[in-house]
């Protein structure tokens, strides 16, 4: 798929979303379809994937495949969650939303989202200079900057890149590594999404709505903080899976699930890099209570605490991983140094690692920060009427 990237982002691009296989359907899935298209029409509908080439059809296909599969495995202990129909959002915005129509849920990935992640990591492992701990760099060539790296919104990149431009990593360890990298930060979004159906923040704000009322900020934050908690920890269960068992993983994916350090580097340098592509520049830290959403160098800051909180639960259960512990923050640490010097060397905008500093340094950040996780227990009544799960006692860990 990435070695076609350009064209396909073309194609999303010149694409129009929603309509045809709606209008085609004459079965009682129509309805569903109807349905998802009306939930998130704001957000631009239903995405027909029937109108787009081959491979770009397939691989957004597998998408919608990997999050029902994710969310078949979930619910295989926790029969109790619902089941989302989940479809394709006719979105040219790296994203994904989750909402509720005559009962139903429904989970939307934005059609631009793993194209955008794709050619952020395709473009970072066709570099020489880029993760060169994995595969062999010297077979990849110079860099290929764009001027701004940091976008979420497909059309501004696809009048970024270079039309002449090949991104696809030569080395075949470097290419699969960078569809790992899109698949883990992929997971992470859909995950984040169900999370908001299953302890009950689809229900509460639709509550809200039918009392006259809206989310408050803080509200916001808490809920978006939350759903970022449970999406780490679904992603930590299939890490320690996939490193227990390793002798079942295929042998070109071997490499990245073998060891469990590495395994930890490579999911939380996917998720840092995509949190990245949300940068902002200035930061006004007298106003962060009033955002709807946490500020980006506070989520990635959170990502990388429930890492070392995930990983010392995991080390007393099993004291197979308290060597993993010990080195955790620096494999953590490895992530933030390396993700933003790939991000200065594919990009014309020059070094910029003001967010995650900022998230670490800032007091008033640093504030917000325990502001937004004790907040949790504001909303936990109001959650618990509409919960599908159970509440841990301290923390929004399930």
Same mark, same amino acid.
């Given at each position: 798929?990435?070695?076609?990237?350009?064209?396909?982002?073309?194609?999303?691009?010149?694409?129009?979303?929603?309509?045809?296989?709606?209008?085609?359907?004459?079965?009682?899935?129509?309805?569903? !379809?109807?349905?998802?298209?009306?939930?998130?029409?704001?957000?631009?509908?239903?995405?027909?994937?029937?109108? /787009?080439?081959?491979?770009?059809?397939? %691989?957004?296909?597998?998408?919608?495949?990997?999050?029902?599969?994710?969310?078949?495995?979930?619910?295989?202990?926790?029969?109790?969650?619902?089941?989302p129909i989940v479809h394709l959002i006719a979105s040219s915005k790296l994203g994904a939303s989750a909402g509720k129509s005559e009962?139903?849920?429904?989970?939307?990935?934005?059609?631009?989202?793993? %194209? #955008?992640?794709?050619?952020?990591?395709?473009?970072? !492992?066709?570099?020489?200079?880029?993760?060169?701990?994995?595969?062999?760099?010297?077979?990849?060539?110079?860099?290929?900057?764009?001027?701004?790296?940091?976008?979420t919104e497909i059309k501004e990149l696809a009048i970024e890149k270079n039309p002449n431009e090949n991104i696809i990593p030569r080395?075949?360890?470097?290419?699969?590594?960078?569809?790992?990298?899109?698949? &883990?930060?992929?997971?992470?979004?859909?995950?984040?999404?169900?999370?908001? #159906?299953?302890?009950?923040?689809?229900?509460?704000?639709?509550?809200?709505? @039918?009392?006259?009322?809206?989310?408050?900020?803080?509200?916001?934050?808490?809920?978006?903080?939350?759903?970022?908690?449970?999406?780490?920890?679904?992603?930590?269960?299939?890490?320690?899976?996939?490193?227990?068992?390793?002798?079942?993983?295929?042998?070109? /994916?071997?490499?990245?699930?073998?060891? /469990?350090?590495? #395994?930890?580097?490579? &999911?939380?340098?996917?998720?840092?890099?995509?949190?990245? !592509?949300?940068?902002?520049?200035?930061?006004?830290?007298?106003?962060?209570?009033?955002?709807?959403?946490?500020?980006?160098?506070?989520?990635?800051?959170?990502?990388?605490?429930?890492?070392?909180?995930?990983?010392?639960?995991?080390?007393?259960?099993?004291? @197979?991983?308290?060597?993993?512990?010990?080195?955790?923050?620096?494999? !953590?640490?490895?992530?933030?140094?390396?993700?933003?010097?790939?991000?200065?060397?594919?990009?014309?905008?020059?070094?910029?690692?003001?967010?995650? @500093?900022?998230?670490?340094?800032?007091?008033?950040?640093?504030?917000?920060?325990?502001?937004?996780?004790?907040?949790?227990?504001?909303?936990?009544?109001?959650?618990?009427?509409?919960?599908?799960?159970?509440?841990?006692?301290?923390?929004?860990?399930?």
């Amino acid at each position: 798929m990435s070695g076609k990237n350009r064209d396909l982002i073309n194609a999303i691009v010149a694409t129009p979303g929603g309509g045809s296989t709606i209008k085609q359907m004459d079965n009682e899935d129509f309805l569903d !379809l109807w349905r998802f298209d009306a939930v998130f029409k704001s957000k631009g509908g239903y995405y027909d994937t029937h109108q /787009l080439p081959e491979p770009a059809k397939q %691989f957004l296909d597998n998408i919608i495949k990997g999050t029902n599969g994710q969310i078949s495995a979930i619910r295989k202990n926790r029969v109790h969650y619902p089941i989302p129909i989940v479809h394709l959002i006719a979105s040219s915005k790296l994203g994904a939303s989750a909402g509720k129509s005559e009962g139903k849920y429904f989970i939307g990935i934005n059609v631009a989202t793993s %194209f #955008i992640l794709n050619d952020l990591f395709c473009r970072m !492992l066709s570099s020489c200079k880029i993760l060169r701990q994995f595969g062999d760099p010297s077979k990849e060539g110079e860099t290929q900057k764009i001027n701004f790296a940091a976008t979420t919104e497909i059309k501004e990149l696809a009048i970024e890149k270079n039309p002449n431009e090949n991104i696809i990593p030569r080395d075949s360890t470097r290419a699969i590594l960078a569809q790992v990298l899109t698949s &883990w930060a992929t997971k992470f979004l859909s995950m984040h999404e169900y999370a908001h #159906i299953v302890f009950g923040h689809v229900d509460y704000k639709e509550n809200l709505l @039918r009392e006259g009322k809206s989310l408050s900020p803080m509200n916001s934050q808490t809920l978006e903080y939350d759903a970022d908690c449970y999406a780490a920890q679904i992603a930590f269960r299939e890490i320690i899976f996939a490193f227990e068992n390793s002798t079942d993983v295929k042998d070109e /994916l071997r490499p990245f699930y073998a060891d /469990l350090e590495i #395994i930890i580097f490579v &999911w939380a340098y996917a998720i840092y890099s995509m949190y990245r !592509l949300f940068q902002v520049s200035g930061v006004d830290e007298y106003t962060l209570h009033l955002n709807k959403y946490p500020h980006v160098g506070i989520r990635q800051r959170l990502m990388m605490t429930m890492m070392c909180t995930l990983v010392d639960r995991e080390a007393k259960r099993d004291t @197979r991983y308290s060597g993993t512990l010990d080195r955790v923050s620096g494999i !953590l640490k490895s992530v933030i140094e390396q993700a933003e010097k790939a991000f200065d060397e594919i990009s014309n905008q020059g070094f910029c690692d003001g967010n995650i @500093r900022f998230a670490f340094f800032s007091p008033k950040a640093d504030s917000h920060f325990k502001a937004i996780h004790n907040h949790f227990d504001n909303v936990r009544s109001e959650l618990e009427k509409f919960s599908y799960g159970t509440f841990s006692p301290f923390t929004p860990l399930r």
